[in-house]
């Protein structure tokens, strides 16, 4: 696909259980961000791999929360037993990643809608 | 205190309007700046892209950036209801590999 893609769009899992959420990063790109927005608020910072390795992992907010990207494309964000305050919109975003003075927009997905009952 | 402040609105206006959309910062590390803007159930979507202090202009958009205020701001010219949108600021510190920082966003819709 042309842009980021995000499965699924909307999970609703019971408090404890154990979910994971997709992002197809853009072809390509070698710079992968997951981004967390609550209702009203803008994104937050979660993690950001460059290649296969998470380069910073600043943003996770415990150990609940965990993120791969083996193959340097797809990534995955683990969350282990869910709370309720980790509803939310997940949201990835990929660049091209290079350094220097090049613009390197992070383009997003349209978000995976996590609801924790 | 939130390293980037902006006023969540909702901030409702007549079609053709101009929109003023502004950003505080405080953080001096801070060197490009971005607004996105994010339609109902969507992801962002960059809109304006600038480094230096001063104004770039795209179209009816016009993004001007004050780093000895620490403040940015999004003008918008001749508004259209397609316009209406959640408008966010964002911020890093470097041009790759470095986290946004956004705004709360704030939401804007363009009566006709």
């Known amino acids: 696909g042309a842009g980021v893609s995000q499965t699924p769009s909307n999970k609703v899992t019971e408090k404890g259980k154990y979910v994971e959420l997709r992002c197809d990063p853009i072809?390509?790109?070698?710079?992968l961000y997951w981004y967390r927005q609550s209702l009203g608020q803008g994104p937050e910072f979660l993690i950001y791999f460059q290649g296969t390795g998470a380069a910073d992992d600043s943003g996770l907010p415990n150990d609940r929360f965990f993120a791969v990207r083996p193959e340097g494309s797809v990534s995955t964000l683990k969350i282990q037993r869910t709370e309720r305050g980790d509803s939310a919109v997940y949201l990835c975003?990929?660049?091209?990643?290079?350094?220097?003075?090049?613009?390197?927009?992070?383009?997003f997905g349209q978000g995976t809608r996590l609801t924790v009952v | 205190q939130k390293e980037v402040e902006q006023d969540p609105g909702p901030l409702s206006v007549p079609e053709g309007a101009i929109v003023s959309l502004n950003c505080t910062y405080s953080?001096?590390?801070?060197?490009?700046f971005m607004w996105y803007r994010q339609y109902s159930r969507k992801g962002p979507e960059l809109l304006m892209y600038?480094?230096?202090?001063g104004n770039k202009e795209d179209g009816r958009f016009t993004a001007q950036v004050d780093k000895s205020s620490k403040y940015i701001s999004l003008f918008i010219r001749d508004s259209q209801p397609s316009d209406s949108a959640t408008y966010l600021c964002a911020m890093s510190i470097e041009t790759s590999g470095s986290r946004l920082t956004f705004g709360e966003g704030t939401q804007l819709t363009v009566n006709p």
């Open positions: 072809s390509g790109h070698t710079a």
């Open positions: 600038t480094y230096s202090s």
């Open positions: 953080n001096s590390a801070f060197q490009y």
């Open positions: 975003a990929s660049s091209r990643g290079t350094g220097g003075e090049v613009n390197t927009e992070a383009f």
